[in-house]
Nanobody, 127 residues
Framework: LVETVEPGGGSVQAGGFLRLSCAISESYYNPKSMAWFRQVPGNEREGVAA????????FYADSVKGRATISQASARNTIYLHLHSVRPEDTAIYYC????????????????????WGPGTQVTVSA
């Protein structure tokens, strides 16, 4: 899994907009769920959003609900996370995750249930 962030470098002013992308580099892998997690040093890695691949069901953390949209690209091996009205508390390392099981309300944010992870990309929101 390969994560990228726009604007480049992942630094943005509060109130601005970010787009995170995650592409599956292994062409043979077709996950049923993909998700975004984030982690601040010293804190647990928390689920931000998840999507059922090909099915459209989406899930969001309360902290980003109304500000975030997770979507699957037409090239089905890529997902996006659009985050607007960003806040300093959105500052974290963002990780993309994938699994062969479809997401559900109970499991989408459980870190241990995801099989594959990207290396993470830094997002910094300045006040």
């Amino acid at each position: 899994l390969v994560e990228t962030v726009e604007p480049g470098g992942g630094s943005v002013q509060a109130g601005g907009f970010l787009r995170l992308s995650c592409a599956i580099s292994e062409s043979y892998y077709n996950p049923k769920s993909m998700a975004w997690f984030r982690q601040v040093p010293g804190n647990e890695r928390e689920g931000v959003a998840a999507i059922e691949m090909g099915g459209g069901a989406t899930f969001y953390a309360d902290s980003v609900k109304g500000r975030a949209t997770i979507s699957q690209a037409s090239a089905r091996n890529t997902i996006y996370l659009h985050l607007h009205s960003v806040r300093p508390e959105d500052t974290a390392i963002y990780y993309c995750a994938a699994d062969h099981m479809p997401p559900s309300l109970e499991r989408w944010s459980v870190r241990s249930l995801y099989t594959f992870w990207g290396p993470g990309t830094q997002v910094t929101v300045s006040a």
